[in-house]
């Protein structure tokens, strides 16, 4: 069904991280305990001459699970839109790299998304300004760019803004904020533009997503053949690495993502051997087929409830199957040297595998 060779045997195998120098000894990672959090701050402490990792986490039960990972690392408990907290934050890490991944995807209500992504951002590029940071690496998003307008279309560096709803806005604003503080020469910044991300340390939404695609539950929205990208978290946590250390990525944006944009009806195919592989038992009942137009209302109705100010999950991602949003890497490659290492069913099976091993109902 179109979808590429993973170019992986193994996710777990998958680590490029002690062959990326760092800029310095030191890091400071915003949302150290998300999904992609999780995934860098362990790459980080593989990297050699890596020698300290400042965290900024929510919780206390979040700052514990970080700390016993290695002496190394020292976690500030706070809030990114806390200004007390980012002073802990950076108080004394001297001039260290700053990954800020913290961001809100699916809020309560639609303000919390510019309070997190456009004034958190804010507050963390003034305070790594004043700790003289060597470099900012922002973590952004597709939404700032909103669907491609045809199916074999894909998104470049040079593609123009067009913010899909709120949280498309909220990113847009924060790439801006970021690109402003590097033209203005307060900080070294680069830009990396993720997808949809998979792999190891995923929230409850997409252990979810596995359990509808387990069941036979999860829709396919006409025709099947609209394409994502999507990237695995060590694809884009090498990504994030190498933006970090590569002299020539200063003041640039990259889209970074797994080697080719996959069709949906693949991506729910894939899921299925993914799990069927570790074991677990498959609905034979293909997946549901949603009419275009069904979606097309889901993401007007998306529209007016986000207008009001409320935020509807599923509302949300329903109006966005109808969509292809895929992006090309050619720059990332090019540039940082950058090269995906897994691909879609071994980064499936390896998160899989990962759900197990937690616990995790799929």
Same mark, same amino acid.
């Given at each position: 069904?179109?979808?590429?060779?993973?170019?992986?045997?193994?996710?777990?195998?998958?680590?490029?991280?002690?062959?990326?120098?760092?800029?310095?000894?030191?890091?400071?990672?915003?949302?150290?305990?998300?999904?992609?959090?999780?995934?860098?701050?362990?790459?980080?402490?593989?990297?050699?001459?890596?020698?300290?990792?400042?965290?900024?986490?929510?919780?206390?039960?979040?700052?514990?699970?970080?700390?016993?990972?290695?002496?190394?690392?020292?976690?500030?408990?706070?809030?990114?839109?806390?200004?007390?907290?980012?002073?802990?934050?950076?108080?004394?890490?001297?001039?260290?790299?700053?990954?800020?991944?913290?961001?809100?995807?699916?809020?309560?209500?639609?303000?919390?998304?510019?309070?997190?992504?456009?004034?958190?951002?804010?507050?963390?590029?003034?305070?790594?300004?004043?700790?003289?940071?060597?470099?900012?690496?922002?973590?952004?998003?597709?939404?700032?760019?909103?669907?491609?307008?045809?199916?074999?279309?894909?998104?470049?560096?040079?593609?123009?803004?067009?913010?899909?709803?709120?949280?498309?806005?909220?990113?847009?604003?924060?790439?801006?904020?970021?690109?402003?503080?590097?033209?203005?020469?307060?900080?070294?910044?680069?830009?990396?533009?993720?997808?949809?991300?998979?792999?190891?340390?995923?929230?409850?939404?997409?252990?979810?997503?596995?359990?509808?695609?387990?069941?036979?539950?999860?829709?396919?929205?006409?025709?099947?053949?609209?394409?994502?990208?999507?990237?695995?978290?060590?694809?884009?946590?090498?990504?994030?690495?190498?933006?970090?250390?590569?002299?020539?990525?200063?003041?640039?944006?990259?889209?970074?993502?797994?080697?080719?944009?996959?069709?949906?009806?693949?991506?729910?195919?894939?899921?299925?051997?993914?799990?069927?592989?570790?074991?677990?038992?498959?609905s034979s009942r293909p997946?549901?087929?949603?009419?275009?137009?069904?979606?097309?209302?889901?993401?007007?109705?998306?529209?007016?409830?986000?207008?009001?100010?409320?935020?509807?999950?599923?509302?949300?991602?329903?109006?966005?199957?109808?969509?292809?949003?895929?992006?090309?890497?050619?720059?990332?490659?090019?540039?940082?040297?950058?090269?995906?290492? !897994?691909?879609?069913?071994?980064g499936m099976r390896a998160? !899989?595998?990962?759900?197990?091993?937690?616990?995790?109902?799929?």
């Amino acid at each position: 069904m179109g979808e590429p060779t993973p170019t992986a045997d193994d996710a777990d195998d998958a680590d490029d991280a002690g062959s990326i120098a760092p800029r310095g000894p030191g890091a400071v990672v915003t949302g150290a305990a998300g999904w992609l959090g999780q995934n860098l701050v362990r790459a980080l402490l593989r990297q050699p001459g890596r020698e300290r990792v400042r965290c900024l986490v929510r919780t206390d039960a979040e700052a514990a699970g970080l700390a016993v990972l290695d002496a190394r690392v020292s976690v500030v408990v706070g809030d990114v839109r806390d200004p007390a907290a980012l002073d802990e934050l950076f108080d004394g890490v001297g001039a260290a790299s700053v990954f800020h991944a913290a961001a809100v995807i699916h809020p309560r209500r639609v303000r919390e998304l510019f309070d997190v992504n456009v004034g958190g951002t804010q507050l963390v590029l003034d305070r790594a300004r004043r700790a003289n940071a060597r470099r900012f690496v922002h973590v952004s998003s597709n939404s700032p760019f909103g669907a491609n307008p045809h199916e074999s279309d894909r998104f470049t560096e040079d593609s123009p803004y067009a913010p899909y709803l709120a949280y498309g806005h909220s990113k847009h604003e924060a790439e801006l904020l970021v690109t402003r503080a590097h033209e203005r020469g307060d900080l070294e910044t680069v830009i990396v533009r993720p997808p949809w991300f998979y792999g190891p340390f995923q929230p409850a939404r997409q252990t979810r997503f596995f359990a509808a695609v387990r069941k036979g539950r999860f829709p396919v929205v006409a025709p099947g053949s609209q394409r994502r990208s999507m990237v695995h978290t060590a694809n884009l946590v090498q990504g994030l690495l190498r933006a970090e250390s590569v002299d020539a990525a200063a003041g640039r944006a990259y889209w970074v993502a797994d080697a080719e944009p996959y069709e949906l009806r693949a991506i729910v195919a894939t899921v299925r051997e993914a799990l069927a592989a570790e074991g677990f038992p498959v609905s034979s009942r293909p997946a549901p087929r949603v009419p275009r137009a069904v979606a097309v209302v889901a993401a007007r109705a998306d529209a007016l409830v986000q207008a009001a100010g409320h935020y509807v999950q599923a509302l949300h991602v329903l109006g966005e199957l109808k969509d292809t949003i895929a992006c090309d890497i050619g720059r990332a490659r090019a540039e940082l040297g950058y090269e995906p290492r !897994v691909g879609l069913l071994a980064g499936m099976r390896a998160s !899989v595998r990962w759900c197990v091993e937690n616990g995790l109902a799929i």
